[in-house]
């Protein structure tokens, strides 16, 4: 758990400084390697184009967005429809297909795709983002990573999301002030650093139960589905640092 804790902080401490392309898809290439993985992906949709920020090959991505697969992919599918954290095997999901699906799967073997987590992030006003860590047939049991780094894997997509929006699209990034009280902040703010409430209880020196009270709280001021949801919004609207 400490080296997750590790690649978590410098991934946040990373994507404070980011403010290119360039500098997302290198702080992502940094953590994917550390958990294991072989590549990243980040793949954002809005009304007037979408956003690519990946570690996969220029060839795939070339092609990939030629033969609009995005249109087909069953990852992207199935991202817009669940809510959660899933992951995913090319090889398993392409039985009993159709032709498409057989075909993309196997185009996306032979670039090392084969099998991944994927992260859904609903950015409001129908856009559309998700982040996936991939990896080869020889890659880490996706499983055992699902297991043991579900939470970090959700912040860090979170957070990277966050900070491309505000970094890549400021007109989209929204000042307000905030409806957040200063304890729900904060345990918000140490939310997205990977702390788990008990240890946030024990860090602001107050019960588990309370820092679940302030959670709650600030998920239902910010309208959010889920508390790595508001950890996001919150982000992005600057009300936590």
């Not at 920020?53 to 991202?79: G, M």
């Amino acid at each position: 758990m400490r080296q997750l804790e590790n690649v978590f902080q410098e991934f946040v401490d990373a994507v404070h400084t980011a403010a290119d392309p360039l500098a997302f898809r290198a702080l992502g290439e940094r953590a994917t390697q550390r958990l294991g993985f072989r590549s990243f992906a980040y793949l954002g949709f809005s009304d007037e184009a979408h956003t690519l920020i990946s570690t996969y090959s220029k060839e795939w991505t070339t092609h990939y967005l030629n033969e609009r697969y995005q249109q087909i992919d069953p990852v992207i599918i199935r991202a817009r429809r669940d809510r959660d954290l899933f992951h995913w095997n090319g090889a398993r999901a392409s039985k009993g297909r159709g032709n498409p699906c057989k075909r993309f799967f196997g185009e996306a073997a032979e670039f090392g795709i084969e099998k991944g987590v994927t992260i859904p992030i609903r950015a409001g006003f129908d856009r559309f983002a998700l982040f996936t860590f991939a990896a080869d047939k020889g890659g880490p049991d996706v499983f055992e990573k699902v297991a043991e780094a579900q939470e970090i894997m959700q912040l860090m997509a979170m957070y990277f999301h966050s900070h491309v929006e505000a970094a890549l699209k400021p007109s989209t990034v929204f000042k307000r002030s905030s409806p957040l009280s200063q304890r729900e902040a904060e345990c918000l703010a140490w939310t997205s650093r990977g702390r788990a409430m008990d240890q946030i209880g024990q860090i602001l020196d107050i019960k588990t139960r309370t820092v679940a009270y302030h959670l709650d709280n600030a998920r239902n001021k910010l309208h959010a589905e889920n508390v790595a949801h508001a950890v996001a919004l919150a982000l992005r609207r600057g009300m936590i640092p």
